[in-house]
Each structure stands twice: as structure tokens, then as C-alpha cells.
């Protein structure tokens, strides 16, 4: 059955061994003695049963008979380093090249051992005489050389030497913590995961062999207790992988090897608040998921941009990072994130943070301190389109020697999380979190969630429900829905309306800041029958201090207003306006009057009968809030829509 973490294994059982040499040991080998010829026959013979100590004891045989035996060392070298004595490992194989300073492979794996040990200067100097070698006396191609893929990773690992070394002048405190016990076990825990709030944590748990998703909820001092996601999500196959949308409602994650396309497909799941479970899984269908290997997704805040990683045809390598989009109820065909991204390694594991442009992933393929490391790329926009920038180590403390996958961070940027076998654990790999670095932070979130109520009865119904970036004029939502959620930047204008047929729209503005990111928006929208002396107060009409003339951002609100009279042919409304109590009564009443007849001039210009307009301008006299706290002046600032008739 598949995994999802990557298990430690045999290193007899790949087909491609840490040193290419390895594979012809067994016809090329030569000693001009015969009795370390024979000892080193015993000792391949050994290696290949998985005998280890015999074999170590045979090679010393071996050596001592011939000190100079090349290939004696580089097989001593491997079983030392598969058994995690990478300094013996350097110690056999430098004697090998002093024996044989002619095969090249042999400088790419010292200098790989070395960069294990952290002998990074060591390692750099070893793949210069990697690169010479071909020029020295005596060098054949055919004999001494290598192919193509190990020039290309012994230039990546040059890149990674030279990387970590100015990384290491540049190591900030990350303070890095165990989770702890209701998170971490002596068994397996990898695969973060959150909702937006912070509230649910989700993460894959191995136990027996078999793999589940598993939940914890916050309380004052941490974390509740993990338990098995309720439901039927976790099944008697192997469930990982998560992803779960911003709001929980839905998760995606990977399933291998049972009802597919393919090896490993993708599938989702949804949350039922009723009776708090998840449902059984439901594949994402052939667009998304082919006959390749697709998995690991990462789904946006808004759940509408998947992006995962795919073994699929049209890639750049062994493992692609692609993304595909969600419009009208289908999922757009995977286009591949590009060369930046995507190298002729393996690029997975993707993350895409909630601000929708900080990407982070793991890679073999980009200069870095191992096997996998973890990166992080952001979207810009460069001549109209969108592009990722070159992907960025996340450094020392986090990326390591083994492989680094399973990164996730929390909505304000400033607290990750990832997975880790580092000593000190519970058990096998653990889930840590981390301070996120200043220049690796992704942009701070907020987000707006409620639902839609008939304001008579107290009932939720269903609402079209539009929230607009009235800075940037795009729509973030557009949904036909009791609920509603959607991310906001801070520094950002919104406008959100909901509308539905018999109603009097609900009107709303948000304006997050940084400092408020920690207080998101929970909205109750009410909608109230559309009958006579019902009244809204338009909260996306704006004026400069002191002018009566609309502002741009206003149109997108008198649309709506204009839309509800175009469809309602017989109501007649009142447009009131309302200042705070700051400056003279006569000079507010007639501001507000001027600002009410602007709002009325603009309605009527786009087709709505004068007739069925009238205003009023009331100065301070009806405040809603205090006059003796700005929040409070700016609720009184206000213009107002009262259905007047219906036509009835």
C-alpha cells in the first residue's frame, strides 16, 4: 500500500545505489591477490544477503590482503553510510580515490558524505576535483565518467554548499517546539493541517500500519486530546495528505492503489455540521486525476485553486507541482507551474497560503541542505501576468539532511508548521512549530464568515450573496447560499451585498487592518421582507470629509439599488442623510441633504424614475452610535434607503 511519509528502507531493495560503482563491483572488482580477491567475493556476497557484519569483517580481510583495493573501500564506504556512519564513510572513500583518483562518481558521493557532516567548505572542494578529473592522465569516459543527471546534481549540490554556508551567517531564532503529547505519540505524525480560525488542527497518524486522519481542538492552554476524524472519512485503506479548506468545510487529500485513475488519486470530503462527521470520500474526477501519480493537493482559501503534485506526461521532471482552477461547477485542465517552480527532480508537497500568492513546496531539485527541502515562492505580476518568483530556501533549522515535506502556516504568517524526526521527539516523525522569519512570511489574513436570516422569522434561507474588492473592482465571492466566507487582505476596501427576490438587500463594508487581523468578521445578515417603512443603511456609499461628491467605490453599491428598483417596478423609496454631530446643525443638515441629492442624481442617471425618489438630509438628529469615539462618528456618517411603498 501506498504512504504518505517517506519510510525509511533497505537500501538493497532501490534500484539505484549511492554509488554507481556498486552495480559492476561484482564482475569488475580486480585484485592482483588472489586471497583479497576471494575475501572481497565474500564480501559482495554477504552485502547482497543483507549481511552486514559479514561483510564489514571480509572486507578488512580483503584490505589487509590489499591495502590498495579501490573498489574494497568504496563498498566499505556504503555499508558505512547505510549505517549511518557517514565518518567512517569519507574516511573508506578517500582511501578508494587514493587508490583510484581516476572515477569520477567517487568525488560526487565524498562530497556528498561531506556535506552530511556539515564539511561544506570540505564538499566544495571535493566536486571542484569532480569537475578536473576528466582532465587528468589516463581518464576514459566510458570507464571513469558520468552521465548527464550526475554533473546536474553535482552541480546543485555545489549550489547547496555555497548556500548553506551564507544561510548559516544568517540563522535567526525560529524557535522551534515539540507540539507535544495530545499531538505527538510514539508512533508516526506528519501532515499538518488547520481551519483559517486556528481552532481544529488535522494531521495524518500512522498506528499499526495503518494510516488516518486524526483532530484536535484548541482550548486555553493548547490542545485538546487527538482523536480519529469523525465519520466515514478514515476507511481500512491509507487516507493522507490533507488539505483542508480555509472555513473546514471540505478537506482534500490523497488516496492510493483501491477505486482510482490511477496510482494515487485525489478526493475530498465534506463536513456535515449536523451531525459533526465527515462524509465517505469522492474522487475529483479524470480531469484532475489521470492514470500518473497524482497527489499531495493544496487547496485555496476559497476552495477554487487546486494545486498538487503530478507524475503526469508535460512535466519538467519525475514530480511536477501543476494547478488547476474551479469555475461552474468543473475543474479546469492542470496547467503546470512552470520552470521556476518545476525542475528535472521532484518538486511536491505543495502549501499555498491563505493570502493566495505565498506558495511552499518541497524539492530535491533546487540548491539545498539534503535529500528534500522545503521552499517557498510568491506570485507577482509581471507585464499583465502572473508569475511565480525563484524559489527560496527556508533555511537552516527547518531543511536538514533528510527529507522535508508537510509544511503549513497559520493565516497571520508568523507561526508555522512541519514535521521533523529530530531528536528529542516522541517517537518516529513528529509535528513541530516554528517562528516564522520576517522575510519568509507570507501576507497577513483576515476573513469574513456568517450566515443569511429572514428577519421576521430568525430563519436561515439562501441569499446571493457578492463580496467586492472596491479597490481592484473583483469579485471574491459570488455564491447562491445560506453561508457565506471569504479571505480579506488588510488595507482592503470590501463590499458585500446579499440580495434575494421579495427582500430588501443586506448591505455591509469591511475594512481589516493589520492591527485588527485578529478580530475576523462574523456577520449575521438579516434580510428584511421588502415592504413599506423597512429601512437599510448603505455602508458602501462614500464621500470625502466635508463633500457631497460619490466616490468612485460607491458605484458598485448603487447598482444594487438600481437593480432592486429596475426589478421592483412599484416601490418608491426615501434617501436620508446622516452626519455625526461635528460642525453646526445647519451646515450638517445641509451636507447630508447635498450628499442624499448626489446619491439621487446618480440613481436617476442610470434609469430610475426621479419620481420615485424622494430625500431628506437630518444632519445629527437621528445618531445610531456614540458621537464621543470616532468608530462611533463613522456609524452616524451615513446614508440611508427606507421603502416608502411598494405598489401594493
Known amino acids: 500500500m501506498e504512504r504518505f511519509w517517506i519510510v525509511p528502507i533497505d537500501m538493497r531493495k532501490l534500484i539505484i545505489l549511492p554509488l554507481v560503482l556498486i552495480a559492476t563491483l561484482s564482475c569488475n572488482a580486480q585484485s592482483k591477490n588472489a586471497k583479497a580477491q576471494k575475501c572481497f567475493d565474500q564480501a559482495f556476497s554477504h552485502y547482497n544477503m543483507g549481511d552486514d557484519e559479514a561483510a564489514l569483517k571480509s572486507l578488512t580481510c580483503a584490505l589487509k590482503k590489499d591495502p590498495l583495493f579501490s573498489d574494497a573501500w ?146 486555553d492552554s493548547g490542545w485538546d486530546k487527538a482523536v480519529p476524524l469523525p465519520g466515514s472519512i478514515n476507511t481500512p485503506d491509507n487516507e493522507g495528505t490533507t488539505s483542508v479548506v480555509a472555513d473546514g468545510r471540505f478537506i482534500f487529500y490523497t488516496v492510493c492503489n483501491q477505486d482510482g485513475y490511477g496510482s494515487c488519486d485525489i478526493y475530498y470530503s465534506a463536513f456535515n455540521p449536523k451531525n459533526n462527521a465527515w462524509s465517505r470520500r469522492m474522487n475529483l474526477g479524470n480531469v484532475i486525476n489521470t492514470t500518473h501519480w497524482d497527489a499531495q493537493p493544496s487547496i485555496s482559501a476559497d476552495g477554487r485553486t487546486l494545486i498538487f503534485a503530478s507524475s503526469r506526461p508535460g512535466g519538467y521532471g519525475g514530480k511536477d507541482l501543476w494547478m488547476s482552477r474551479f469555475s461552474n461547477g468543473l475543474w479546469s485542465e492542470p496547467e503546470n507551474l512552470g520552470a521556476t517552480i518545476n525542475t528535472v527532480f521532484d518538486e511536491e508537497a505543495p502549501y499555498l497560503h491563505y493570502d493566495g500568492k505565498t506558495l511552499y513546496f518541497s524539492s530535491n531539485g533546487h540548491p539545498g541542505y539534503g535529500s528534500s527541502d522545503l521552499f517557498l515562492s510568491r506570485k507577482e505580476t509581471k507585464n499583465g501576468a502572473a508569475v511565480w518568483t525563484k524559489p527560496v530556501n527556508m533555511g537552516s533549522g527547518i531543511n536538514s539532511s533528510d527529507d522535508e515535506l508537510g509544511l503549513y502556516v497559520d493565516r497571520k504568517g508568523a507561526q508555522a508548521y512541519f ?137 458598485a453599491e448603487l447598482a444594487v439599488v438600481v437593480e432592486l428598483l429596475a426589478k421592483n417596478p412599484g416601490i418608491t423609496i426615501e434617501i436620508s442623510g446622516h452626519t455625526d454631530n461635528s460642525g453646526s446643525a445647519d451646515y450638517n443638515k445641509q451636507l447630508s441633504e447635498n450628499r442624499a441629492n448626489a446619491v439621487k442624481q446618480y440613481l436617476v442617471s442610470k434609469g430610475a424614475g426621479t419620481e420615485r425618489i424622494s430625500v431628506k438630509g437630518l444632519g445629527a438628529t437621528q445618531p445610531i452610535d456614540s458621537n464621543d469615539t470616532e468608530s462611533g462618528r463613522a456609524n452616524n456618517r451615513r446614508i440611508e434607503m427606507k421603502i416608502v411603498g411598494t405598489g401594493k
Open 74 to 219: 568504496s563498498l566499505q564506504a556504503l555499508i558505512y553510510e547505510q549505517r549511518k556512519d557517514t565518518a567512517n564513510a569519507v574516511k573508506s572513500l578517500r582511501n578508494a580515490l587514493s587508490s583510484d583518483p581516476l572515477q569520477q562518481y567517487s568525488y560526487y558521493s565524498l562530497a556528498e558524505y561531506l556535506f552530511k557532516l556539515n564539511r561544506y567548505e570540505e564538499a566544495i572542494a571535493t566536486l571542484d576535483q569532480f569537475e578536473k578529473v576528466p582532465d587528468a592522465p589516463g581518464f576514459i569516459a566510458k570507464k571513469h565518467g558520468v552521465k548527464e543527471s550526475t554533473k546536474l546534481a553535482a552541480a546543485k549540490l555545489k549550489e547547496s554548499c555555497k548556500m548553506v554556508i551564507e544561510d548559516s551567517k544568517n540563522l535567526e531564532a525560529l524557535n522551534i517546539r515539540n507540539m507535544g503529547p495530545n499531538v505527538n505519540t510514539t508512533d508516526w505524525e506528519y501532515w499538518p493541517g488547520m481551519t483559517i480560525d486556528g481552532s481544529v488542527f488535522i494531521f495524518t497518524r500512522m498506528l499499526n500500519e495503518q494510516e488516518d486522519f486524526y483532530i484536535c481542538k484548541r482550548n
Open 419 to 555: 514535521v521533523s524526526t529530530r531528536e528529542g521527539g516522541y517517537g518516529g516523525p513528529d509535528i513541530y512549530t516554528f517562528d516564522m522569519s520576517k522575510n519568509k512570511q507570507p501576507a497577513a489574513v483576515s476573513f469574513v464568515r456568517g450566515l443569511v436570516y429572514d428577519d421576521d422569522t430568525k430563519k436561515e434561507i439562501y441569499g446571493r450573496i457578492e463580496i467586492l474588492d472596491l479597490n481592484t473592482n473583483e469579485v471574491l465571492l459570488s455564491d447562491s447560499s445560506p453561508y457565506f466566507f471569504t479571505t480579506l487582505t488588510p488595507g482592503g476596501n470590501y463590499a458585500m451585498n446579499v440580495y434575494r427576490k421579495g427582500y430588501l438587500f443586506y448591505s455591509e463594508n469591511f475594512q481589516p487592518t493589520v492591527s485588527n487581523v485578529d478580530s475576523p468578521f462574523q456577520i449575521a445578515a438579516y434580510l428584511k421582507p421588502l415592504k413599506s417603512n423597512q429601512t437599510i443603511v448603505l455602508k458602501n456609499i462614500f464621500f470625502d470629509v466635508d463633500k457631497f461628491d460619490l466616490k468612485k467605490e460607491s458605484y
